[in-house]
Structures are given as C-alpha cells and as structure tokens.
C-alpha cells in the first residue's frame, strides 16, 4: 500500500490490529450478529452473567460498577484515536534514511505492531483491575482517518506566520533594550529580572536553543486544531446504522467520549516501544486532546511564550487511558476540566497526566 502526502483514505482498526478473529471483535474491528434466534438468547444471559459478576466483584472498581448500572454493559466505552501516519513517515525517514517504497512498507508494520501491543496491554491491564469481561470487551479505541494534506498545509500556514511574528517580537526587545539601558536606576528589582529574563531568552533563540522547541510546539498546535475541527464535525454527525462499514465509521461511535480525543505520534509510540523492550510499559504515553479548546493561533507575542501555557492538551499514560483518564472526563469534566489536569500535570506529573483521587471515583 502507498501513503502519499494527501487526504488519506486509510481508516484505522478500532481498537488495534490482532490476527485472532476473537480478538478483533472483542475489540470491535469486526461486525458480528447472532446467526439465530437461541444463540442471540445465549448471548444476552452470558452478557446478564457478566454484568452481574463485575458487580458483585470486590475488586471491580467503583467507577466501573456505576457504568454498568447505567448501560447494563450494552454500551461501547473509550476514546476515538488519530495516528499520525506522516510524522511516524517523516521520523523513519530521518533516522533510518529509508526511501519512499520501504516507507510503504516499514510505516503499516510498525503501526499495526503499536497497535496490537497496546490492545495487549489494555486487555493485561483490564484483567489486573478487576473490570471482568463485562467492561473488558466493550472498550475500543475508535480509528479515525489521518486528514495528513490538511495538517500539512496548516502546518506550514502557523510555521509562517509564527516565524514573522517572532522576528517582530525580536526586534521590538531589542528596541526597549536599548530605551532601557539609560533607565536602570528606574526600574524596580523585579522589573530588571524581567528584562534581563528577556534578554537572555532573545540571546537563546538567536543562538537556536529554543528555535526547535517552540518550532515542535507549533507544529503540535497546528495539527491539533485540524483535528479539532475534523472531530467536532465527526461527533455532531448521526452514525449511519446501514450495512456499509465504511459508512458506519464516519461517526463517532456511540458510547466513545466526546470530549476528548487521542492522538498517536512517532514520538507516543517510541515512548511505549521502548519502555516495552524493557519489560516496563508504566510509562508509555499519549496526547489526549481537548476538542472544544480555543488555540488562541501562531501569531502570539514571544513573551507569552515563554510561559507555561495549556495548549489544549495533555500527555496520558496508555494504563491511565483505560482508568482514571477516562472516569475523570467521563464523570468530573466539570470540577476537572483539561486545562486543571494539565496544570496539574505539570506541577506533579512531568508534564504527564497525574491519575485522579480515589474518592472521585
């Protein structure tokens, strides 16, 4: 198969990408339907089973228990996942030199190996906490398709304009500092911290220590507010219930969180591969995105910049996406929102989601 730069048409596996017909469907990458009326009885006492025995587990958590109330264990749970097929291209080419053909090769083999190592872990880590198949084999993470011409285009539109509004920035902190020389004896201590804060962050940039930073966190923002869009759009829209399985997945599947969605880098499955050589997957992560976040855009001052700012999103380790990411955006959006757990995230976690007060759940 070949990946072009345009409109990819490739839709992902929901869930992830396991031989084992079984598998698949419990991941919910197949369709399935009883074929007669004494199996589809069979299935539902199985499923009343299920329900009832997470129920009545002690080491099912509390949180699981209260959704199964509510849905009886019909409905599906998760998140819809965008993986980026033209960072994980670009990243292969740089550090491997691989060409074009062996892209087209070496990128499918490496998605679908993330895909179905982590459809392993959730199912490990759905067993080790209790969940039982009842809330086990409902969970799913959506594929979306990767609208790579749209994040390239926007991409370089914020690259742009963001590289014309640093170099006024620039400028202008050169301006004041040359005003300001004369005044030293003017200015408070914390005004002078400020300035020579400044000073010694313009010195960075022309020196290129934060050029790659802030470059990686434009291109971030700007795929992500493509994506945005796209989601909204996809959330919003009734779900065909026809026969077409291309049509079905063009709506967010029902049950899935609409208020948050996650997205999948070279960089998200470098940090999960690796850790898995080594027998340790606790810190694999993920961008959980917030749709609804308004990016204020690339043309901003630099000394905005320069702060700690929430963007719109948050790195989530994959065993907090099966647990307390989920309960937290399932039932605490309010109390808290994104931009807290992020903020929190921060201060706590580096940078990384810090999981949810037991007494929350």
Known sequence: MVLVHTEMSRKEDVGSAPAEMSSRLALGDADSSPPDLTAATTNMNDQDNAVQGSLDSPQCPAWAKRWLRETQGEEQWGFARYIDHGDIREKLREKDHLYDDELDEEEPRLVDDYKARTAKLAKAAHKRMGYGKALSRQFRLQGMTWPQSSVDKAQSTWETENGQARDR?????????????????DLTADELRTRDNMELLKQKFLDGDL???????????????????????????????????????????????????????????????????????EHGWVFAVDPDYQDPGPMESLASKVMHQYRGFVRVRLQDLLDDFFVVRKYHEHERPMEKLWRQAQKEGNGVFVPIASDLQ
């Open 169 to 185: 920035d620039l400028d202008k902190l050169e301006a004041q500092a040359e005003e300001d020389e004369d005044d030293d004896l």
């Open 211 to 281: 050029t790659d930073r802030f470059e990686d966190d434009i291109f971030l923002r700007a795929k992500f507010q493509v994506l945005r869009t796209r989601f909204k759009a996809l959330r919003d829209k009734p779900r065909d219930t026809g026969m077409d399985k291309d049509t079905k997945r063009k709506g967010l599947r029902p049950g899935l969180l609409s208020n948050v969605f996650v997205v999948v880098d070279k960089a998200c499955m470098d940090s999960y591969v690796t850790l898995n050589q080594g027998n340790d997957v």
